[in-house]
């Protein structure tokens, strides 16, 4: 997950605003996507580098801090299928967001992937390592930075 304001990755992202900004614009209005997101939870498996945990670790310090996605991100609904993955879990609490549902486009529908849209603002909660599964918990919260898409 890439966050914005890095400026290791502002050249990769303004590379790509002619091929996946139509893209974006037609996620962003598509009409089955009217409906804003709310009580939902998502879940992605990641492997995070040392400095990658430190970043989490200084965002879950100041959990009402709102920091934003800068690319599209997917996740699933299904928090089995991305303990799958990596060996630390998201765990995003979607208060109020819109997202796209790919499950019905996926070749994997059974994933249930979800896409988060750049922009939308996220907070670290608080990271935790659960023995069970031998990955950390890193808790979010999601929601819309500005709600102004259709009102």
């Known amino acids: 997950m890439r966050f914005i304001g890095s400026e290791g990755y502002e050249h990769v992202w303004r590379s790509k605003v002619r091929t996946l900004g139509p893209f974006y614009l037609l996620?962003?209005?598509?009409?089955?996507?009217?409906?804003?997101?709310?009580?939902?939870?998502?879940?992605?498996?990641?492997?995070?580098t040392d400095e990658q945990l430190?970043?989490?670790e200084r965002m879950a310090k100041f959990p009402g801090i709102c920091h934003s996605f800068q690319a599209f991100t997917s996740c699933s609904r299904n928090r089995k299928k991305a303990e799958e993955f990596g060996d630390t879990l998201f765990i995003m609490e979607v208060l109020f967001a819109f997202t796209a549902d790919l499950s019905a486009l996926s070749q994997y529908p059974n994933e249930e992937e979800e896409l988060i849209t750049p922009g939308i603002c996220f907070s670290v909660q608080r990271i935790e390592f659960e023995k069970?599964?031998?990955?950390?918990?890193?808790?979010?919260k999601l929601r819309q930075r500005f709600s102004g898409k259709y009102g």
């Open 27 to 48: 996620l962003w209005d598509d009409p089955i996507n009217k409906q804003m997101k709310t009580n939902m939870k998502l879940y992605r498996g990641v492997n995070l």
């Open 54 to 56: 430190a970043t989490y």
């Open 132 to 140: 069970k599964t031998n990955k950390r918990l890193i808790y979010m």
